[in-house]
């Protein structure tokens, strides 16, 4: 065991990744998104280029990680309960590291924000880390640790484009390194499973060890799809779905309410749904829009071309998706960024989820804006543990003690304040 720490060394973890594997032990196996053209997507568009890993790279990183992993448990790290004394251990192991390796603290010292990013942009993307180090590695390892320490992500954007035995290598090492894990994950794209791989190949890849993909399907319409530049259409979504599903996988949907703006609405909801009854996938989750600054679809809406929906609209559009899927499938609002969080076995409780979306469409538009600001900000309570500073200036006004006059707030300030608190929300 070399827990000495002058070697310690980061291993490249996934900062973008499913909510579900916001608790999993990541790697990288390729860096980023080779087709990053998705018009509502920010993420890799400023600078982020794609790259595949080589199999030595990706083995570093595994053995980085175990190495890390024992320095923690020798400094008794992994051994408390209480959350906030764990990372600041973390902190001041990772400051120590630091300190050591002079290479790493070159590297802790680079890096300025961008001048030219728009300040709301610029909060998203400080979540997405194009290079992680050494303190993004060791809390990686002390969340999976403390999560229970069994599942595991491989990224980036589309792992289904590596070949099985470099995904089946990867997992029977991981496995070796790190033997409570039970779960591993990829993303992936379903042009890449419908076309790029025989059944065969996504059956190699469950017997490697495989369990789940999750796919960004955003919307079932070839025309929602083409106005977005997904790259992929229904067809790709239904074959794709369907031949992962009969290489025995779990298939996670990722659905993007809002996608198809007023024009494309009822189509979206109603396409969507279709290519769900079709595939009978074992997950769908719901990603409302958020139209990001410095994006396609920002532009195009600017420019009058895209009708954003309200959220009275938005709210209409889910129901209308809930009701038209009739097949089995779990369905999870687990994103900040959606108003009113349905969940539940469909079709078995649609009637329950239908009654509640429909509780909020009911309300007038004064209760319905006051249900919004109460549901934005204790999401963003929730995902940060506190208000900044912006948000604070903007409520302030109304704030008596820790209570809200929402009799003083008029229907511009609770307007101003969802959309301030939205463009902050991490999906």
């Known amino acids: 065991m070399n827990t000495d720490p002058t070697k310690m060394?980061?291993?490249?973890?996934?900062?973008?990744r499913p909510p579900t594997e916001n608790y999993s032990l990541t790697f990288r196996l390729t860096r980023n998104c080779y087709w990053n053209r998705c018009a509502f997507c920010p993420v890799y568009k400023f600078g982020a280029r794609f790259s595949r890993r080589s199999m030595e790279e990706v083995m570093n990183d595994i053995a980085h990680a175990r190495m890390l992993y024992d320095l923690m448990s020798e400094r008794n790290i992994l051994e408390h309960t209480a959350h906030d004394e764990a990372y600041q251990k973390v902190q001041h192991l990772a400051d120590e590291i630091i300190s050591l390796n002079p290479t790493l603290k070159l590297e802790h010292q680079e890096g300025?924000?961008?001048q030219d990013l728009d300040p709301k942009l610029e909060w998203f993307l400080s979540w997405f880390k194009d290079k992680p180090g050494i303190k993004d590695s060791l809390e990686n390892l002390l969340i999976w640790h403390m999560s229970g320490g069994e599942t595991c992500f491989?990224?980036?954007?589309?792992?289904?484009?590596?070949?099985?035995?470099?995904?089946?290598?990867?997992?029977k090492v991981a496995k070796e390194s790190f033997p409570t894990l039970q779960r591993y994950t990829v993303y992936g794209r379903t042009r890449s499973a419908a076309r790029s791989r025989k059944l065969s190949e996504l059956q190699a890849y469950r017997n490697a060890g495989l369990h789940r993909v999750h796919f960004g399907l955003e919307s079932g319409s070839d025309a929602v799809l083409k106005l977005v530049k997904k790259g992929e259409t229904r067809t790709?979504?239904?074959?794709?779905?369907?031949?992962?599903?009969?290489?025995?996988?779990?298939?996670?949907?990722?659905?993007?309410p809002g996608l198809g703006g007023v024009d494309l609405s009822g189509e979206h909801a109603l396409q969507t749904a279709d290519v769900i009854n079709r595939v009978s996938p074992d997950f769908l989750r719901l990603r409302s829009l958020q139209i990001f600054p410095q994006t396609p679809l920002e532009e195009?809406?600017?420019?009058?071309?895209?009708?954003?929906?309200?959220?009275?609209?938005?709210?209409?559009?889910?129901?209308?998706?809930?009701?038209?899927i009739n097949t089995p499938t779990q369905l999870?609002?687990?994103?900040?960024?959606?108003?009113?969080?349905?969940?539940?076995?469909?079709?078995?409780?649609?009637?329950?989820?239908?009654a509640k979306l429909d509780e909020f469409l009911n309300l007038s538009q004064r209760e319905q804006l006051i249900y919004s600001f109460k549901n934005r900000i204790s999401a963003f309570l929730g995902q940060y543990g506190g208000l900044t500073q912006d948000i604070y200036q903007m409520i302030a006004p109304f704030l008596h003690?820790?209570?809200?006059?929402?009799?003083?707030?008029?229907?511009?300030?609770?307007?101003?304040s969802i959309r301030l608190i939205r463009s902050k929300l991490m999906p």
């Open 9 to 16: 060394q980061p291993f490249e973890i996934c900062s973008i």
């Open 112 to 114: 300025n924000p961008r």
């Open 154 to 171: 491989l990224g980036d954007a589309d792992s289904l484009i590596l070949k099985p035995d470099f995904l089946g290598s990867v997992i």
């Open 236 to 256: 790709d979504h239904i074959e794709g779905g369907l031949k992962t599903r009969d290489a025995g996988l779990s298939v996670s949907f990722y659905l993007m």
């Open 300 to 324: 195009r809406r600017n420019k009058g071309q895209f009708v954003e929906l309200n959220e009275h609209q938005l709210v209409s559009e889910i129901r209308l998706l809930i009701d038209s």
């Open 332 to 354: 999870y609002s687990d994103s900040a960024v959606n108003l009113v969080q349905v969940n539940g076995l469909l079709p078995e409780e649609k009637p329950e989820m239908l």
């Open 401 to 416: 003690g820790q209570d809200l006059d929402y009799g003083a707030m008029s229907n511009r300030n609770l307007k101003d």
